[in-house]
């Protein structure tokens, strides 16, 4: 086989007057004109709006190559582009090759007629997608509408795009185009491998692997097809036909490990490849699919019981609490979707205790590198189809794309051990009773997502990936249900924006009790280096032009200032405002899953919106747009924890709750305390012994707030005192029984809550000071409270990077020490942090006092 790689650099020329530049493939070209100068940073200010008229025009992307002889003297040239974006066609000389329409599918055309010897000369026209969206929308026989936002591009439900360039409530419009995940030109004299399956069947002690492949041939031949997984390998020698064939072997393996989700075993994998040549060729000859598949047994046991319907992850037979966030393309100029930045956000996640990630729907099935790392890391992945608020057309051709679309995901997607299961969309079942042509003709729209739904999606998995849980929508009670999910919290998977979008009270997550939640969020506003990046001198302000641009929530200013007034004292000043805002998001997320995982195993997962962003701006995610972590992204580390010590206020009581996601039982002394606000001395101490069963929740002590008192007899007032709890690990055989051994420190866990809204509190100036010096890994910060500290952060926005904890508590004389991690390419040392370092707190926020340095 010959290889021709094509990415680097091509020249992007404008169709309308003819001009050009260069621009880099892969990638897009909104990115190119911005390299060129001729575009502003669409990120900054209100630049979005004056990029429009570039995704409503016609490009093309143009390159040269040398055929080289061997090339020329191989009987087949294929040309094949992992993505292109997305109406498109090909020309190589002069030569129509073809043309594509969907994103999401590999293009692959047959070049061998069109080269010549020596120079070649490839062009791509990326016709405007907003042009075809519109020419789309000309042909329907009836409206079929979609969810707009404050930048829109029209109907992006009928083209095959991410659905989130047209714009989104977090993202903003910019329906780009290019060539992404890479372009390359193979010769070839053998079959041509279009994909490989290799299907894990437990088998007694061992495992039977089905391995098949899909063959593309230019002509019939004999050929030989290996088969290899785990060092096993099988050759079939077999008749290939012209055109299109499916091969399959089956190998047996015993000596294997299975692969376990992180912090529930080992991610164990195990090479496997597919490849075809013509029958006597070296093997090295013919064309050769390499991949890594795990061996384990996953489904998503979904059961009717005496409450409605079970929703469990279930690996090798445990059932996994899902831990984690919802997923949304890790930019929104595709150029940037570097390896570098999806590892990074996968590396976030993990390092807040996550175990699974949904890939919405709105985005885009995502690249190998993040599929083949979250392998590596044990992370599970929910699976959306690319189908999202908003209805969508059943008319033929629609369908037909969207069926080649699914069957080159699922057998592209399906070996990963990571993929816990297929969903069919995120909220398009409920978009029917959305807008006015499908509340005034439901049957019609049912019938429409029914046959793109069930017809072609639910077909295509249950026929490729049959062991795989196949779901029909999110929210959803279940396959062949249809009922409302948003508010039932019996059945299946709940999304839960009453708190957000009803403007309910952070109590109102304590009033639900689902089975899973696979979103729910709360907004904050950006950081300050966030701001200081899209806001104009003079416009650092949550009003300014520049901040409601990037606020794309019709009412998400006024959702959180109403929140802030619900539960704390308005802030002094910007920077304030800024930090309790991230404060409030954080509570309202502890609220909701620190609840959710007491009910264990009623409900078994928690995925809040959302992990990232895809510019900077005010949102849902717990890490800001550079990848440093807002303090909910800090505070799910905790929220997130294997082993939970909680405080759930319901019903008048303090409730202090232990989760054990864990397998063993584990021992442990409790203490309960009740300190005084104004300068932390204990009231009233509870101690006790206990055996915690594994994976289970149980309350440890619940304590009226309308009746508490100190030991001495004294009523105390619930807003003048603090619970503070703790719990540490029995020594076993000399040693801690949390698995570490060696002589290690006994685990420790540790709470501190306020029993009432913190404005009624009259927080103590907790004298916060801290010191710097240079640890082995870099500076490090230790911060200590004379007096109760509520949501402690340490920042040093003047530089990049962030410290690795944040929003953390300390009791009078209680100390934390803080890793400062260097954004990219910087290097900071003590002295440097020492000048930028501010420290912020709960009681900070209403004073006047300027932070600078303790």
């Known amino acids: 086989m010959e290889r021709i790689e094509l990415a680097g650099e091509w020249t992007l020329a404008r169709l309308a007057d003819g001009s050009r530049r260069p621009m880099a493939v892969p990638g897009d070209l909104l990115s190119a004109l911005v390299a060129s100068g001729e575009l502003p940073d669409p990120y900054f200010d209100r630049n979005e709006l004056g990029v429009q008229w570039a995704g409503r025009e016609d490009w093309r ?6 055929a080289t002889p061997s090339l020329l003297g191989r009987k087949r040239a294929l040309l094949v582009a992992e993505q292109v974006d997305t109406v498109a066609e090909f020309i190589l ?94 010769g070839l004299d053998g079959p041509y491998v279009e994909w490989t399956r290799a299907r894990t069947l437990r088998d007694g002690d061992g495992w039977t692997v089905e391995a098949s492949a899909g063959l593309d041939s230019g002509e019939s031949c004999e050929a030989e097809i290996d088969f290899e997984v785990a060092g096993r390998r099988t050759t079939l020698v077999a008749a290939v036909p012209a055109g299109r064939s499916t091969w399959t072997g089956r190998l047996r393996v015993s000596d294997v490990e299975p692969w376990w989700p992180v912090a529930y075993g080992e991610q ?139 069957r080159f995901q699922v057998r592209r997607l399906a070996d990963h051990p990571c993929l816990a299961l297929w969903c069919g969309n995120n909220e398009a079942l409920g978009a029917i009773g959305w807008y006015p042509e499908s509340k005034g003709n439901p049957a019609r729209y049912v019938v429409d997502y029914d046959r793109l739904n069930e017809g072609v999606l639910g077909r295509a998995v249950r026929e490729l990936d049959p062991d795989r849980t196949w779901w029909p929508s999110s929210p959803s009670a279940g396959p062949d249900d249809y009922s409302d999910n948003w508010h039932a919290d019996t059945r299946g998977d709940m999304h839960y924006w009453s708190v957000w979008h009803e ?56 959702l959180i200032l109403a929140t802030m007034a619900r539960y704390f004292r308005m802030p002094s000043g910007f ?55 807002r303090l909910l992204h800090q505070e799910a580390r905790r929220f997130f924890d294997p082993t939970l010590l909680a405080v759930t206020i319901r019903d008048g009581f ?112 907790p004298g916060l000071s801290f010191r710097v010096a240079e640890g082995g890994a870099g500076p490090e910060l230790v911060v200590r409270a004379e007096a109760p500290a509520f949501w402690v952060e340490a920042s040093a926005d003047t530089l990049a990077g962030h410290f690795d904890d944040a929003g953390f508590d300390l009791g009078p004389g209680e100390e934390r020490t803080l890793r400062w991690i260097d954004g990219p390419g910087e290097k900071a040392n003590a002295a440097g942090l020492r000048e930028a370092v501010a420290l912020r707190e709960l009681r900070w926020s209403h004073t006047e006092r300027v932070p600078g340095i303790v």
């Open 503 to 558: 403007g309910k009270p952070f109590s109102a997550y304590l009033e639900v009790e689902p089975r899973f939640v696979s979103e729910f969020g709360f907004q904050a506003l950006p950081g300050l280096r966030t701001a200081r990046s899209f806001a104009p001198e003079g416009q650092l302000n949550p009003t300014s032009p520049a901040f409601e641009h990037h606020q794309r929530h019709e009412r998400g200013n006024a």
């Open 268 to 406: 164990t994998l195990y090479d496997f490849s597919v490849a075809a040549r013509p029958s006597g060729v070296p093997r090295e000859s013919g064309h050769e699919i390499r991949k890594r598949i795990g061996f384990r047994e996953i489904s998503v046991r979904a059961e009717a019981d005496s409450i409605g319907r079970s929703f469990a992850i279930n690996c090798n037979g445990r059932d996994v609490w899902a831990k984690g966030a919802n997923w949304i393309p890790a930019d929104a100029l595709p150029s940037r979707w570097k390896a570098e930045r999806i590892r990074a956000l996968v590396d976030a996640a993990l390092d807040a205790n996550m175990n699974c990630l949904r890939v919405w729907g709105g985005g885009r099935y995502e690249s190998d590198a993040f599929y083949d790392y979250c392998d590596e890391k044990g992370v599970l992945v929910w699976q959306d189809f690319m189908f999202s608020c908003a209805l969508y057309p059943s008319n033929r051709d629609f369908l037909a794309g969207v069926d080649a679309e699914a």
């Open 93 to 186: 000389n002069g030569v129509t090759l073809g043309s594509s329409a969907n994103m999401f599918t590999r293009v692959v055309l047959d070049a061998t007629r069109a080269l010549v010897p020596g120079r070649n000369r490839l062009e791509i026209i990326i016709r405007s997608p907003e042009n075809a969206a519109l020419e789309a929308a000309a042909k329907l026989a009836y409206p079929v509408p979609c969810s707009v936002y404050p930048v829109s591009s029209p109907h992006r439900n009928l083209i095959r795009k991410a659905q989130c360039m047209s714009g989104w409530d977090w993202g903003p419009c910019l329906m780009t185009g290019g060539v992404y995940d890479g372009i390359a030109l193979l």
């Open 61 to 66: 992307l143009e390159r040269e190559f040398d």
């Open 654 to 765: 303090a409730r202090v709750v232990l989760v054990e996601d864990g397998s063993e039982e584990r021992e442990w002394t409790l203490r309960v305390e009740l300190r005084r606000l104004a300068d932390g001395a204990s009231l009233a101490t509870w101690t006790s012994e206990l055996r915690m069963p594994g994976e289970s929740a149980r309350v440890l002590k619940e304590l009226p707030l309308d009746a508490l008192h100190a030991h001495d007899g004294t009523a105390l007032a619930p807003e003048t005192v603090y619970l503070a709890a703790s719990i540490e690990e029995a020594p076993r055989n000399g040693n801690a029984s949390n698995g570490r051994g060696g002589g290690a420190k006994p685990a420790r866990r540790s709470v501190m809550r306020l029993l009432v809204e913190p404005k009624r509190c009259e927080l103590p100036d």
């Open 575 to 629: 920077e304030a405002t800024l930090y309790l805002s991230q404060v409030q998001q954080a509570l309202a997320i502890r609220t909701a899953v620190e609840w959710w995982r007491s009910l264990r195993p009623r409900c078994m997962g928690a995925l809040y919106w959302q992990l990232n962003d895809v510019w900077p701006v005010a949102s849902w995610s717990g890490l800001e747009y550079d990848l440093s972590p």
